[in-house]
């Protein structure tokens, strides 16, 4: 069974070296040693316990989202606190604790109005694994460690929580932006793991339909355990398919969960007038509205983004919904590696084999 403090006592804190999964230019990662970080002032260092792989992270290896050569890499982590720097209290060392991907400081005007995520500035609140070391390392400095360190319940374990950090936060969040209420059919495009749970979401929002797109059979499988109520191929015409189901009538909220043109066009496309196209892909290049489908700019419609919320306050909510069984999301951890294999575990997220949805980075 879990325990919530550990092993670690307050006399000592370890120094050295440690290994870090860098990032070191175009197409080339890996471990290397760096030294355990110390805690500043408002920082704690988190010994990190598990980690996975971001569709992101595959993006920033392949030089296609610019980071720093020499940057660690990650954003999804849990662990337990190692160091507690200066003003950071209420924690003690060894407790376990769940870090979002995104850091806010919880003190600035974007983060007072609510938009955690754009602490800042814009897509300000994403600093680990983007502007500061990243999480796949067995340790991490977090920033502002006050408004971030979600202590994890004694009845939950690491893999319970591991995914709260990013994919169920955002992939709930589109749900949550698109405003479902309860009994809308809601039809999601792409059932990657954001896309899945956004589907969860709309469940949880109270849906009373989830029409979910994807090219893979076997993603549709779990998203029907997810909560979805039809599966649709992308090789049929899926915004006919949407627009019959729904007698014409169209869906009151598309999520788009991948970030292209064509997912963007559908989602807009099988909404009602009025409807809300909620959107957490990440796009390159330019994004083109048909006016066809956007009722010439007079169709009522509700165009809305979200990035992962950040902060401990949406950690422990996330936490209430797994301990409570509202939600289960290890079976989207299909796979499990030694942060001594992280290349392998690169390997197999980035090209999608033996069925993998996210892996399971062991480092501690
Ligand atoms: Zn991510
Ligand atoms: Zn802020």
């Known amino acids: 069974m879990a325990i919530a403090i550990e092993e670690h006592s307050a006399r000592q804190v370890t120094r050295g070296f440690m290994r870090a999964n860098v990032f070191r230019g175009p197409g080339h990662y890996g471990l290397e ?5 110390r805690a500043g002032s408002g920082e704690a260092v988190i010994r990190v316990r598990l980690t996975t792989i971001c569709g992101t992270d595959v993006h920033i290896v392949r030089g296609e989202y610019p980071v720093q050569p020499g940057l660690t890499i990650g954003h999804e982590a849990v662990g337990v606190v190692h160091e507690l720097g200066l003003g950071v209290t209420g924690y003690h060392i060894g407790q376990r604790v769940l870090v979002g991907a995104i850091t806010p400081c919880g003190q600035c005007d974007p983060c007072l109005s609510g938009h955690t995520s754009q602490c800042g500035g814009p897509l300000g609140g994403w600093k680990l694994g983007n502007t500061i070391d990243g999480v796949q390392a067995e340790y991490v400095v ?3 460690a006050q408004a971030n ?3 994890v319940p004694g009845s939950l374990s690491v893999e319970e929580v591991l995914l709260l950090a990013d994919i169920a936060s955002t992939g709930f969040a589109a749900a949550e932006s698109g405003k479902v209420r309860l009994g809308d059919i809601v039809a999601v495009f792409a059932q990657g793991p954001i896309g899945l749970c956004a589907t969860l979401g709309a469940k949880l929002m109270g849906a009373s339909q989830i029409l979910v797109v994807d090219t893979d059979p076997e993603r549709l499988k779990v998203a029907r355990e997810f909560g979805a109520s039809a599966l649709l191929l992308t090789e049929g015409d899926v915004v006919q398919e949407i627009r019959d189901f729904t007698e014409g009538r169209g869906v009151d909220v598309a999520i788009e969960a991948l970030g292209t043109q064509a997912t963007f066009e559908n989602a807009l496309r099988v909404l009602r ?24 700019g007079l ?3 509700t165009v809305v983004s979200t990035l992962c919320p950040g902060g ?3 950690m422990r909510r996330l936490m209430r919904l797994v301990e409570s069984h509202r939600i289960d999301l290890t079976p989207l951890l ?7 294999q992280i290349d392998r575990a690169y390997e197999l997220f980035s090209a999608r084999r033996d069925g993998v949805l996210k892996v399971a980075i062991r480092v501690a």
């Open 33 to 37: 040693e760096k030294p355990i970080p």
């Open 299 to 301: 169709g009522d419609y």
């Open 142 to 144: 977090v920033p502002y």
């Open 334 to 340: 299909t796979h499990s590696f030694a942060l001594d």
């Open 312 to 314: 401990k306050a949406r």
């Open 149 to 151: 360190l979600a202590v």
């Open 273 to 296: 007038p009025g409807g809300t196209l909620s959107s957490v892909g990440v796009y390159s290049g330019h994004l083109r509205i048909p006016i066809d489908a956007f009722g010439a």
